[in-house]
């Protein structure tokens, strides 16, 4: 059993680094930061239970505030927010890098799975990997609006979890997608569930984290 996670801020870079980090009870190196999507937070009950998943595995894990989030406590991002919350990403990610020896990988839910892409896509070599929880392909009942023009440009191997009934984009839509990523994909799908990836409101899809860490462990060795 992983210790309890402890708050975690780093105000020596703007934006802030704000959120929560696991420190497992016997680290092997790595180190995971994870994010949440829009008019969530860090506090998300996929994010902490993926984190101590990870964190059991032994995985360092920073679950972090984008600087959205940090600006106000409730709502989505505005159309101005998003440049600001990759150079958040990016300072939690070089936050991370200090604190352990091995590889750094960048994981978000949604919009904050969306932004770590684009900033990879900008930045390659600045994680080693990328774990992308119900990519937001395009806004529900809106399929011709993709955001998919970062794709091509995108060189960091990438595991995709994805829900068969997600509204923001069906499987075959998504397989279309990772078709135009020239790094390393996988997709994982979880059959039956949504967006939320079966964690809503007080609802668990308890068998989740373990299956998506056994698939992070094969895919990235």
């Known amino acids: 059993m992983s210790p309890s996670p402890e708050p975690f801020v780093d105000s020596a870079v703007d934006p802030q680094v704000r959120g929560f980090i696991h420190r497992p009870a016997t680290t092997l190196g790595d180190g995971l930061v994870l994010t949440h999507g829009a008019g969530s937070n860090s506090r998300a009950p996929l994010l902490v239970a993926l984190a101590e998943a990870f964190a059991a595995a032994g ?24 440049a600001r919350d990759r150079e958040g ?13 091995g590889r750094i990988f960048l994981g978000g839910h949604s ?4 932004q770590a892409t684009m900033l990879c896509a900008d930045q390659p070599g600045l994680v080693e990997g990328l774990l992308l929880l119900s990519y937001p392909l395009h806004p529900p009942r809106k399929a011709e609006q993709l ?3 970062h794709l091509p440009k995108l060189q960091t191997p990438a595991l995709f979890v994805e829900g068969t009934r ?3 984009g069906a499987p075959e839509e998504i397989e279309s997608a990772l078709s135009l990523i020239p790094a390393k994909t996988r ?5 039956g569930a ?18 998506v860490l056994a698939d992070f462990q094969q895919f990235f060795g």
């Open 59 to 82: 995985v360092t894990v920073l679950r972090c505030d984008l600087p959205y989030r940090q600006s106000r406590s409730y709502g989505p991002p505005g159309p101005g927010d998003a």
């Open 166 to 168: 997600d509204p923001f």
């Open 89 to 101: 990403l990016k300072n939690a990610v070089a936050a991370l890098r200090k604190l352990v020896p």
């Open 194 to 211: 949504g967006h939320d990836l079966g964690f809503k409101g007080s609802a668990r899809k308890e068998e989740l984290p373990a299956f």
């Open 147 to 149: 955001r998919i023009q």
């Open 111 to 114: 919009y904050g799975g969306r």
């Open 187 to 191: 997709l994982r799908l979880v059959e």
